[in-house]
Antibody, heavy 121, light 107 residues
Framework: QVQLQESGPGLVKPSETLYLTCTVS??????????WGWIRQSPVKGLEWIAS???????YYSPSLQSRVTISLDTSKNQFSLKMTSVTAADTAVYFC?????????????WGQGALVTVSS | DFQMTQSPAFVSTSVGGTVTITCRAS??????LAWYQQKPGKAPKLLIS???NLQGGVPSRFSGSGSGTDFTLTISNLQPEDFATYYC?????????FGQGTKVEIE
């Protein structure tokens, strides 16, 4: 059974760049028919999808965040990562990495445990 | 702008009771709708896909129905472990979009 684990800083200063990594075990991120993505959760916005990357490397971004985020795969380490620039207090949230199968049902079938990220000086 | 609207936001009921949660999509999504359960401090867990298909290990007291734009999650004979927050999600797009959630509380 695949397992996902987020890692990254718990505290980031406003205007700085946030880097998060998701390490996948129990399955390969390459050569599989899955999307690997990031979802965040805050009391204000609820569950908000940020970005996904297909096992082929194709990337997809939320229109509201695409100007500030980059998602990438590192197949050698079986990891994928999120980079978010110019963070503000509004980016404070629990960040989940997640997996979802390809067509026809774009569900999220595996989740990491979540990583709290606080944006504060 | 596509939206998933869940109602109610909160519902209180007792053990053994029945809860019905609705989810409305702003556009036609056929049967491409999923439901999740989230407990405090945990990640959401996929319960139902394709509007009515229970995932493995999910008790039969959970059921989903609907198609098009209107969907329902029903939990019968509520057990203590069912008190949680439930989310719907459009599953017709790889742009994962979730409803705002319904918190099921003990009365």
């Amino acid at each position: 059974q695949v397992q996902l684990q987020e890692s990254g800083p718990g505290l980031v200063k406003p205007s700085e760049t946030l880097y998060l990594t998701c390490t996948v075990s129990g399955g390969s991120i390459s050569g599989s028919s899955y999307f690997w993505g990031w979802i965040r959760q805050s009391p204000v916005k609820g569950l908000e999808w940020i970005a996904s990357v297909y096992s082929s490397g194709d990337t997809y971004y939320s229109p509201s965040l695409q100007s500030r985020v980059t998602i990438s795969l590192d197949t050698s380490k079986n990891q994928f990562s999120l980079k978010m620039t110019s963070v503000t207090a509004a980016d404070t949230a629990v960040y989940f990495c997640a997996r979802g199968p390809d067509y026809p049902d774009y569900v999220v079938d595996s989740w990491g445990q979540g990583a709290l990220v606080t944006v504060s000086s | 702008d596509f939206q998933m609207t869940q109602s109610p936001a909160f519902v209180s009921t007792s053990v053994g009771g029945t809860v019905t949660i609705t989810c409305r999509a702003s556009q036609f999504i056929s049967s491409r709708l999923a439901w999740y359960q989230q407990k405090p401090g945990k990640a959401p867990k996929l319960l139902i896909s394709a509007a009515s298909n229970l995932q493995g290990g999910v008790p039969s007291r959970f059921s989903g129905s609907g198609s098009g734009t209107d969907f329902t999650l029903t939990i019968s004979n509520l057990q203590p472990e069912d008190f949680a927050t439930y989310y719907c999600q459009r599953a017709d797009s790889l742009f994962w979009a979730f409803g705002q959630g319904t918190k099921v509380e003990i009365e």
